[in-house]
């Protein structure tokens, strides 16, 4: 059967394992092919360990063009450098436990993988700069996707943006291009074997193994192939054998050390005659329980004494320097604690200024709004008031409730602030294992969403956790809420819960992609995905609030921005902000195309409106070209670009008259 693919050959990485579990093994299997299984996927498991999405531990290399005539194609290696098989002067460990899987996880470290696909690589999963499927995709400062190798390359530049320094920002890496490439289908290696008579190019091998497997899953078909071809572990035998023939070569391969070689002993044999030898004819076998002669416990007597001296003599130098340290330490003590009641005088001082210019700015606030009759005016600049740093990493999720702010961050912690006096922050919430992607506050609940694919519930009075929701199979990239219904998001996904009894009530996964942005209004449901926006009405015939039943989708908008990241709406349109740098506008009324505004260099990773009493308000956007650009909803034109972040602006919340932004730069900005 011929089949249709390119070839590819794959460095094994040292020490990396697929991050699936692997495969168990029954102990009461007595074969010792299974038990040497067991044992290397045992060791394989203990050596493991998003933005938005899961990454895959592969890398390849691309052979330029695809194959001629199906079942063969030119194919471009890595360089690996020649690493020599070395092996114990003892061959007592492979007399007594042998391990097939642990010799073919060694031998595969020092080989190069020939790799099939089954089908041909996509072209949006070739590297631009290497040719070859990606390898660690990350998404550069021109927004577009590299290998991480190829990026880090001296000369490397976007075809698209050749001006653009992609080493200017933080690199993110491009999840959903691993989980594609890991999903692809490829041929065991040991199907694999090289043409006959047109060198570096492979066909299919009728009889080697014609499993088809997933390509980031490989290693744990391989690594217990039976049709893998490895070498006998004994010192001066080179016989190749196929892994399910290793036992019964062991058995009889005539080169099994004596015990006794570190003694002097030269014997080989089999199994069975190195047995016999021990027992019968071994000349060292005795020497075990002979004493060692006097002047050979003598010397031994005088090498412990003068160890024993000089050991003494370190000691007292030791504690000498340890009485100095320790004197040192003291001081160091001392200046510490004088330190600290600096600073904290300091931070008190700078607690009483930070509150009195917070409320000249408010005030300042009042007397324009009451001026203009509106909630802000139309030539009010919006300037930073103040940054709240305390997390570790990126700030990607925030929400605030009355005098508090939460933030989630990629730190795996969620931080309280008190926005009424001081900006302090009043509580740290642990309980996420990953990344905290988004936080929505509904009534007195806090929800938060991670990579660890749980959702944490929290009281936001007593600032404590209450519950978690499980139920996805990925990470939870986004949640809205309503007073019924809580709605999560995720790899081609939505679960909607009861939001008092917690209670997963049904689950949609009719969406093409990654669902990274919802909004929940009185009248609409409405969810971002690939290129698309699906909107439910909540009426009897498409949304069931009570239940979260949902019918066929009322509405699907298309954009051509790519994956849709960001959404919200107002009284007038729906806005989404996209992968390509734009913010796609539709009226909400007839769904009609708007308007597209533009101006971003990088993904719009969030949108938020404030509404105005006279006119429509403004559009906040917040983006990965480290910038937050304001809109006159009347005019649809950019009126100001805040630019104090120092890395990507991740998400915004919007509180009265005021903004906050959290970015990449582990800082949280307030703008007033």
């Not at 653009?164 to 694999?192: D, H, T, W």
């Not at 570096?200 to 390509?215: A, L, N, S, T």
């Not at 994956?563 to 009226?587: M, R």
């Not at 990773?605 to 403004?618: A, E, F, I």
């Amino acid at each position: 059967m011929s089949l249709s693919g390119r070839y590819y050959l794959v460095e094994a990485p040292t020490g990396e394992s697929s991050t699936d579990d692997p495969p168990s093994y029954s102990s009461q299997n007595s074969n010792p092919f299974s038990q040497a299984m067991a044992q290397a996927d045992a060791s394989r498991a203990s050596s493991a360990r998003h933005r938005r999405t899961p990454s895959i531990h592969s890398r390849a290399s691309v052979a330029s063009g695809a194959e001629a005539d199906g079942t063969s194609s030119s194919v471009r290696s890595l360089p690996v450098p020649p690493r020599r098989h070395q092996r114990s002067t003892s061959d007592v460990s492979a007399m007594s436990s042998f391990s097939v899987s642990s010799l073919m996880a060694q031998q595969q470290q020092d080989t190069v993988l020939p790799t099939l696909f089954v089908k041909p690589v996509p072209s949006n999963l070739i590297c631009p700069v290497c040719t070859n499927p990606f390898q660690d995709p990350i998404i550069a400062h021109c927004g577009h996707t590299f290998c991480r190798n190829c990026l880090a390359m001296k000369d490397v530049e976007c075809k698209s943006h050749p001006t653009v320094n992609l080493k200017a920002g933080p690199s993110i890496p491009n999840i959903a291009v691993s989980e594609q490439l890991s999903e692809m289908e490829i041929f065991c290696r040991y199907g694999v074997k090289p043409h006959p008579t047109e060198p570096g190019k492979y066909v299919r091998d009728p009889r080697g193994c014609q499993e088809i497997v997933v390509y980031g899953q490989r290693r744990h078909h391989e690594a217990s192939c039976r049709c893998a071809r490895i070498q006998c572990p004994n010192s001066g035998c080179l016989t190749l054998v196929l892994a399910s023939d290793m036992e019964h070569h062991m058995q009889h391969c005539q080169h099994h050390s004596c015990p006794n070689i570190g003694r002097g002993c030269q014997f080989k044999g089999s199994r069975a005659d190195v047995s016999h030898h021990v027992k019968t004819g071994c000349t060292y076998q005795d020497a075990k329980s002979l004493s060692l002669n006097s002047e050979e416990r003598q010397r031994l007597r005088l090498e412990s004494t003068s160890s024993l001296s000089r050991e003494s003599t370190d000691m007292a130098g030791l504690k000498q320097h340890v009485g100095a340290l320790t004197q040192k330490v003291h001081k160091l003590e001392s200046a510490l604690v004088q330190a600290q009641n600096q600073v904290a005088k300091l931070e008190f001082d700078k607690a009483q200024m930070q509150k009195m210019l917070l409320d000249h700015s408010r005030q300042i606030a009042a007397l324009h709004g009451s001026l203009t009759s509106g909630l802000m005016g139309g030539g009010h600049k919006y300037r930073c008031q103040g940054t709240l740093v305390g997390h570790e990493n990126s700030v990607w999720a925030l929400a605030s409730s009355g005098d508090l702010l939460f933030s989630g961050s990629a730190d795996e912690t969620i931080k309280v602030w008190d926005i009424s006096h001081n900006f302090t922050c009043r509580s740290t919430l642990n309980a996420h294992r990953g990344i905290v992607h988004c936080l929505v506050v509904q009534g007195t609940q806090l929800f938060s969403g991670s990579q660890d694919t749980e959702i944490k519930v929290w009281d936001v009075e007593q600032l404590s956790l209450t519950d978690t929701l499980k139920g996805h199979k990925r990470p939870v990239c986004t949640l809205s809420a309503t007073d019924e219904l809580l709605f999560s998001g995720s790899h081609m996904s939505i679960m909607i819960w009861d939001i008092r009894t917690h209670r997963l009530l049904t689950e949609l996964n009719t969406l093409n992609h990654w669902v990274r942005a919802m909004v929940c209004t009185d009248t609409y449901f409405i969810a971002g995905a690939y290129q698309t926006i699906s909107i439910w009405p909540k009426s009897r015939d498409g949304f069931d609030v009570k239940t979260g039943k949902v019918a066929q989708r009322h509405k699907v908008l298309q954009t051509q921005g790519g994956s849709v990241y960001s959404l919200c709406v107002s009284k007038n349109f729906i806005f989404a902000g996209t992968y390509e740098h734009q913010i796609h506008v539709w009226d909400i009324e007839t769904y009609d195309d708007f308007t597209m505004l533009q101006g971003h260099e990088g993904i719009v990773y969030d949108v938020q409106v404030m509404p105005s009493v006279n006119g429509r308000g403004k559009l906040f956007s917040a983006s990965y070209d480290k910038t937050i650009r304001v809109w006159d909803l009347d005019t649809f034109d950019c009126i100001q670009v805040l630019s104090r972040h120092e890395h990507s602006v991740d998400c915004l919340v919007i509180d009265g008259s005021r903004i906050f932004s959290g970015g990449a730069d582990a800082q949280i900005k307030v703008w007033q």
